[in-house]
């Protein structure tokens, strides 16, 4: 037998419940067998007393007498109720469903062992559906039992508990040789592990509940251990192979501004950050480097700046966005920071006109535009540079892989890159699969902000809501109303929105109010924005067009509609719209009276805290991490042990451990890192797939 025998020449299985199991359970081989993990166990060891008792998941044994079995009547339904007794106190055991036969069979008054699930209601604790021993029948075994995820469907066919045991047990006695070590001594030594050999046996058939978790340990560390020995791998592989344009000066360009036009002094956390992109870009290596800040942190003067360290090379740099609107932002923001200076800057979107877009295409192929600022239109082939030193990905989510790849293209060095990205990613998904890419943060706001004040509000409180609003308008402010838009039901959300428009505007019928959404052509949505954004609006009713990146600093009330309905990073994204100023800003959450326990939990999440990088660990575990990653990247989270929500811990040491081997041994090449390469080598070369942004 090895790993890769098919499942049918396991002792107990056979061609036809193989077949059996590989559609139900999707497993194949011994290898799937090893990795198919029992849910829990049952531990036959240990004997609770009823005075013992506390909340909890596992099953646990208890010792006494069962008294008084009777049938419960409420409204239609029956249920079986009985006593049990031991010599600390009492609990109800109680059948939902039971047949005549099982009523008959509970010994009364006789010393046994009950074995189950404790529930508790009221401070009163229960078991239901307990399994019942006589104590002159008990099982002497007690290694832990394992219970394995089966289904109806199999054990129906005679494939349940029983089975599955035996069939592993049968596998187990194989493990000798089907399992070699992959760790070396050392490793083994500083953490403390046991054997891989033993981490399999016990996590099937665990001698006790120590045992149990140094295995699952084991197992784990191992599991997060090589994949981010790929993720180091390929990171050293990228420093050493993969060339780029240095650039080494920082001149005229860069200089001029830095001294004479930046508006005000940058942030420690954008000097640092700055630093690090410096850095990079000396080394004739492509940077490839993920920049993330909160909503309003000042990344595009980073971005800005890494610009004209470009231009000083005597490179053109591209900044792309994922929307018109913030294209167009971004363009406005920049011409304006360089009206002083002679830097050539140029917007391209898909609604540039034809004959701007020739002086474009010229001008980038002649070498005189320095800065082009555009939409995903830059990167169709008819756009081609004279010598594309750095591209800038505003807000990276919205960019697919393929697109990115385009970028690559635009060059024959392959351009720096620089991602900017205002969504946080919870720190284990960073550290497991952003491994490979250099990533800085910015996490210091610029002086002066006061915190945004955020709070929950019901429809009883809309006309208190509205008159805040109102008291701010009155102080010079702005406000938003955003209205959630979510494609399955655009028609329906679409009314929503033109009803809470009619409404906005009855009740600020001496204000001004305009309106954004995604129907929009592009150049009626800068009409709009405009209107707003120069303050002719007082008001903008919209939907989540805003989300991204829109920048109003006078806008200070944020009034999210139906806040219920959208994910945590998409409520904190719309937050981010207000707070950019001096004043004092706010964000109300309205929703409707009766809120799920989850929509509960990101209401008060928000109202908590202002932090981008808490939020996203609670959305994290609100939405499970292949959701955050976007499903592209979805399959990857599929860990057979590893957990990314509670295992943090692990992953943080075995990422030092792995870079800290990678140090000192790039190749692994001493000979105790043998054993970690020859098994990296031949089961998981090729299993990761890679983060690469650019
Ligand atoms: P984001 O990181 O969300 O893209 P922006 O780059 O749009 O943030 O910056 C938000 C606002 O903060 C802008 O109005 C910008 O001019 C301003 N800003 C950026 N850096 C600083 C700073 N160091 N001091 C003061 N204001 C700053
Ligand atoms: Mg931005």
Redesign the pocket.
């Known amino acids: 037998m090895t790993l890769d025998t098919p499942i049918e020449y396991v002792k107990g299985i056979g061609p036809e419940r193989a077949k059996l199991i590989k559609n139900v359970l999707g497993l194949s081989t011994v290898e799937d067998l090893l990795n198919f993990y029992p849910i829990r166990y049952l531990d036959k060891s240990k004997v609770y007393t009823v005075s013992q008792l506390q909340e909890s998941n596992l099953d646990i044994q208890l010792k006494g007498k069962i008294t008084q079995v009777q049938e419960i009547q409420t409204g239609k339904t029956k249920r079986l109720s009985a006593k049990f007794n031991d010599h600390t106190g009492s609990m109800d055991l109680v059948w939902f469903q039971y047949s005549k036969w099982l009523k008959e069979q509970i010994p009364v008054n006789r010393e046994v062992y009950i074995f189950g699930k404790i529930n508790v209601f009221n401070r009163q604790f229960s078991m239901p559906h307990p399994e019942i021993e006589a104590e002159e029948n008990k099982e002497s075994d007690t290694r832990l039992k394992p219970i394995y995820p089966s289904s109806e469907k199999l054990t129906k066919r005679g494939l349940g508990q029983k089975f599955f045991q035996n069939i592993l047990r049968n596998v187990c006695k194989e493990i000798p040789n089907l399992i070699e070590e992959n760790f070396p001594e050392y490793l083994m030594k500083t953490f403390g592990f046991i054997s891989r050999q033993h981490a399999f046996l016990n996590v099937h058939f665990p001698k006790d509940m120590e045992y149990f978790e140094k295995a699952d340990y084991r197992l784990k560390f191992e599991e997060s251990f090589f994949f981010q020995l790929g993720y180091g791998l390929k990171k050293l592989h990228h420093k050493t192979q993969s060339y780029g344009n240095p650039f080494p000066i920082i001149g005229d360009h860069f200089n001029n501004f830095y001294e004479n036009h930046l508006?005000?002094?940058?942030?420690n956390a954008?000097k640092k950050v700055l630093r690090e992109i410096r850095m990079d870009m000396k080394k004739p290596i492509q940077m490839n480097r993920l920049l993330q800040?909160?909503?309003?942190?000042?990344?595009?003067?980073?971005?800005l700046l890494t610009m004209l360290i470009a231009m000083d090379n005597g490179f053109q740099s591209c900044m792309m966005a994922p929307t018109e609107i913030l294209a167009q932002q971004h363009y406005n923001?920049i011409k304006e920071l360089l009206r002083e200076t002679d830097i050539n800057v140029r917007l391209l979107t898909g609604s540039t006109k034809a004959s701007e877009r020739k002086i474009i295409h010229e001008e980038l192929e002649n070498g005189m535009l320095s800065i082009l600022v555009g939409t995903h239109a830059v990167l169709e082939d008819k756009v081609k540079f004279k010598s594309l030193g750095l591209a800038i990905i505003?807000e990276q989510h919205r960019f697919g892989v393929a697109q990115r790849a385009k970028l690559w293209a635009k060059n024959k060095i392959p351009p720096h890159i620089l991602v900017?990205t205002?969504t946080p990613i919870p720190r284990t998904l960073a550290m497991s699969f952003y491994s490979d890419l250099d990533v800085s943060v910015?996490d210091e706001m610029?002086?002066?902000r006061k915190p945004i004040i955020t709070a929950h509000r019901r429809e009883k409180d809309r006309l208190y809501v509205y008159n805040f609003c109102k008291d701010e308008i009155k102080k010079g402010r702005q406000v938003y109303f955003v209205y959630p838009l979510i494609e399955e039901s655009e028609t329906l959300d679409y009314k929503n929105l033109m009803e809470g428009l009619e409404h906005v505007m009855d009740f600020f019928s001496e204000y001004n109010v305009t309106m954004l959404h995604g129907k929009m052509k592009p150049d009626e949505k800068d009409t709009a924005m405009n209107y707003f954004a120069s303050g002719k609006a007082e008001i903008m009713v919209a939907t989540t067009v805003i989300e991204v990146?829109v920048?109003v600093?006078n806008a200070s009330v944020m009034v999210i509609e139906s806040a219920e309905r959208f994910g945590l990073s998409q409520l904190h994204q719309l937050r981010?719209r207000v707070g950019?100023?001096a004043e004092q800003s706010y964000c109300i959450l309205m929703t409707s009276d009766k809120l799920s326990k989850e929509s509960r939990t990101r209401v008060r999440t928000m109202t908590e805290t202002n932090d981008g990088f808490k939020i996203s660990e609670v959305d994290m575990q609100l939405r499970g991490p292949g959701d955050i990653l976007g499903t592209q990247q979805s399959g990857v989270v599929d860990f057979k042990r590893l957990d990314l929500i509670n295992d943090s811990a692990i992953i943080k040491t075995t990422k030092n451990t792995v870079e800290k081997i990678l140090e000192a041994d790039p190749m692994l090449t001493r000979p105790d890192n043998l054993i970690i390469k020859n098994y990296y080598l031949r089961y998981y070369k090729g299993k990761n797939k890679w983060s690469k942004i650019s």
């Open positions: 508006p005000f002094d940058l942030t954008q800040g909160d909503v309003g942190s000042g990344k595009t003067m980073v971005g923001g505003d900017m205002a910015i610029p002086v002066g990146g920048n600093p981010g950019r100023g």
